[in-house]
């Protein structure tokens, strides 16, 4: 394609993406040199727990031709996700009796929507320029997402690693088309994190180690998510009432001030579960728990993890009859994984 159609070109895709409902979409080329060397130093850290998916890959996920040959270039897009109608997260937070969830995760999951959204911006390039080689991500394939986005001029990495916009903060989802067709590139955002380090002290756990630099290992969203096992005894007291996922880092962050709610009913609040009761949600049995989670992303945990993440946010409740009754009922639960996380609460309830 000649040079102008190609900036012609580049300027459709961007209007097709709003039209299909994302805040914005920009265009990154592949060198993420710098990046690599980021992500070696935090793998060789360790930082990554046990979350072998990102280490596997090798160099797949800094080098997108390697994941995807012919690559030149890779339009990404970021969709706000932040429902307008759910309870005010602080609020949650501080009550011990409600269980806090991530406010990702209060709709639909994200994946499909995301990628559906892509796919269709994918078909009307093909409907425009005939036959190329692309492939369509929404954290689905080893894809440095933040580094691309960033490139791309969605936005600056604030310090807690996440990308932030001026006008939207950081509440909303990354995804991307990699693409063999020699677009225009945008030019990267100026940081406006300045002196600012709010994020890293409010962390809970302190798992902001340095600015731009998370432990996965401490963070609230890896051991309600991504951990398989037992949480950390000595991490326990400081998840609170999160039971899937956490936002503070997100919430102490002065830009999210000028974020927008989103307007797609798929993020919408599903099971009331903005500011559900920890005793409630304990109640629930597995086929409760997989019922009414259809199409929710904390389906993907499963029961057992579900039941051992509310165990400790009962556990760090005030002491009650109800909660200890409520405890009561799963000590004998077929789970070791469970039973330890419950006996483990009803020691607190008992201590505290
Ligand atoms: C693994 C992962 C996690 C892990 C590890 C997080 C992490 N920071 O790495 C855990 C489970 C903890 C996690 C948590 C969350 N995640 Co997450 N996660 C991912 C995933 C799959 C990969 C991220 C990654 O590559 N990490 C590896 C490390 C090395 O990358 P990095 O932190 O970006 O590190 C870079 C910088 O440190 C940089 N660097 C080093 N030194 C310096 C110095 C300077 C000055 C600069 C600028 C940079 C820099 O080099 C590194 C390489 O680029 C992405 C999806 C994807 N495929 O990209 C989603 C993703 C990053 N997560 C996302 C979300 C929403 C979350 C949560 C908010 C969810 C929640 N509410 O619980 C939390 C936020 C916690 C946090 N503060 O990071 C979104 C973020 C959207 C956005 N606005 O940026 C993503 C993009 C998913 C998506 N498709 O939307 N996540
Ligand atoms: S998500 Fe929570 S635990 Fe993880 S880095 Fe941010 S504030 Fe810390």
């Known amino acids: 394609m000649?040079?102008?159609d190609l900036s012609q070109l580049a300027e459709q895709i961007k209007h097709w993406g709003r039209e299909l409902g994302f805040a914005a979409v920009g265009i990154a080329d592949v060198d993420l040199a710098a990046a690599e060397a980021g992500l070696l130093a935090w793998l060789q850290r360790g930082?990554?727990?046990e979350m072998d998916y990102m280490a596997t890959h090798g160099t797949k996920r800094s080098r997108p031709a390697e994941l995807v040959p012919g690559t030149l270039r890779v339009i990404s897009a970021r969709l706000d996700y932040f429902p307008p109608d759910a309870a005010a997260p602080h609020a949650v937070l501080a009550?011990?009796?409600?269980?806090?969830?991530?406010?990702?995760?209060?709709?639909?999951?994200y994946h499909k929507v995301v990628r559906s959204r892509l796919q269709t911006l994918a078909d009307r390039i093909s409907a425009v320029v005939g036959e190329h080689h692309y492939r369509v991500f929404s954290d689905s394939a080893p894809v440095l997402e933040v580094a691309l986005a960033t490139q791309a001029g969605l936005g600056w990495r604030g310090k807690h690693s996440l990308l932030?916009?001026?006008?939207?903060?950081?509440?909303?989802?990354?995804g991307e088309i990699y693409t063999d067709l020699p677009l225009p590139v945008d030019a990267p955002e100026a940081a406006h994190c300045g002196t600012c380090r709010a994020c890293l002290d409010v962390c809970p756990t302190?798992?902001?180690?340095?600015?731009?630099?998370?432990?996965a290992r401490r963070c609230i969203s890896y051991l309600t998510i991504?951990?398989?096992?037992?949480?950390p005894v000595d991490l326990r007291p400081l998840l609170g009432n999160r039971i899937y996922g956490c936002d503070d880092c997100q919430l102490a962050c002065p830009w999210n001030r000028f974020a927008q709610a989103t307007a797609l009913p798929d993020f919408a609040v599903r099971n009331g579960l903005d500011s559900a009761r920890l005793l409630d949600l304990f109640a629930w049995s597995e086929a409760d728990f997989n019922e009414r989670l259809a199409g929710s992303?904390?389906?993907r945990i499963g029961h057992e993890r579900w039941l051992r993440n509310i165990a400790v946010a009962l556990g760090n409740a005030p002491p009650s009859p109800e909660i200890h009754a409520a405890l009561s009922v799963r000590v004998d639960h077929p789970s070791t994984l469970v039973r330890e996380?419950?006996?483990?609460?009803l020691e607190r309830q008992r201590s505290t």
């Not at 011990?96 to 991530?102: E, F």
């Not at 798992?207 to 630099?213: D, F, K, Q, W």
């Not at 996380?341 to 609460?345: E, F, K, L, R, Y």
């Open 206 to 215: 302190q798992a902001i180690v340095a600015p731009y630099t998370v432990d």
């Open 226 to 231: 991504e951990l398989k096992g037992s949480i």
């Open 164 to 174: 932030l916009n001026r006008q939207h903060g950081s509440w909303f989802f990354l």
């Open 297 to 299: 992303p904390i389906r």
């Open 47 to 49: 930082f990554h727990g």
């Open 2 to 4: 000649h040079e102008t």
């Open 95 to 109: 009550d011990a009796a409600c269980a806090y969830v991530s406010r990702y995760a209060l709709g639909r999951d």
């Open 341 to 345: 996380h419950v006996a483990w609460a």
